[in-house]
């Protein structure tokens, strides 16, 4: 099995990326968010207590995003891979998800990092208000504070990959097709 990490802040394009990863190298797509909003449809007990942080632009518990992560796993032993976006988040969630992994035998294999700007980010996310209805892309106030999480919590995992030797950057501020191309590229070395 093959697993990767698509690494980014809010907007920088990681669940569209991953789709096409998906598509063209026969992965399974884990994305927190569409798991977290998926259980907030479905009116369950672990979607009620997400709701509000959401909306507000927090992160959910790590115990919570661990708990949907290791059951899409474990449902999906056939998978020849996965793509793991917006996944992990935090240091706690990524040393927990490699001893999860260790456990199964397995490793992260690459994190694709896509870089842009926070000026871009915001363009991104106004944009996607318009098609999608989230809550969080709503008010400027909100995105901002997805964007001070994203380098107060998640940049540290950069560090944290970089001595793993795993970590990759892509320039994210091309058309979908250039960035996915890069991303192809580097997926094939990783593969070799
Ligand atoms: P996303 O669709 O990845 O932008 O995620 C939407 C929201 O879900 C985030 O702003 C967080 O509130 C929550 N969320 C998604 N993934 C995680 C995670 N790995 N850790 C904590 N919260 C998360």
């Known amino acids: 099995m093959k697993h990767f990490i698509i690494f980014g802040p809010p907007g920088a394009g ?7 990863m998906v598509e063209k190298y026969n992965l399974r797509h884990i994305s927190t968010g569409d798991l ?7 009116g369950t007990k672990l979607g009620q207590m ?11 518990p790590d115990e919570m ?5 290791k059951s899409e796993i474990a449902h999906h032993p056939d998978a020849s891979g996965f ?12 040393s927990a998800f490699e001893s999860y992994l260790k456990s199964l035998g397995m490793d992260v294999n690459g994190v694709i990092s896509i870089i842009i700007s926070d000026e871009t980010v915001m363009e991104r996310i106004h944009h ?6 989230r809550k969080d892309d709503m008010k400027d106030e909100i995105i901002r504070n997805r964007i001070t999480t994203y380098h ?16 990759h950057e892509i320039d994210g501020e091309g058309t979908i097709e250039d ?3 890069k991303i192809s590229l580097l997926i094939e070395r990783l593969s070799r």
Not at 65 to 69: R, S
Not at 83 to 94: E, H, I, M, N, S
């Open 65 to 69: 995003v661990l708990k949907l992560v």
């Open 50 to 60: 997400a709701k509000a942080l959401i909306d507000d632009g927090n992160f959910v």
């Open 179 to 181: 960035i996915f191309a």
């Open 14 to 20: 990681k669940g569209t990326q991953a789709k096409l």
């Open 128 to 133: 996607r208000a318009l098609i999608e209805d």
């Open 152 to 167: 107060a919590k998640t940049e540290p995992l950069i560090d944290y990959y970089k001595k793993q030797e795993k970590y």
């Open 36 to 42: 977290l909003r998926a259980e907030i449809k479905a």
């Open 83 to 94: 793509v793991f976006d917006g996944f992990p988040r935090t240091t706690t969630q990524a």
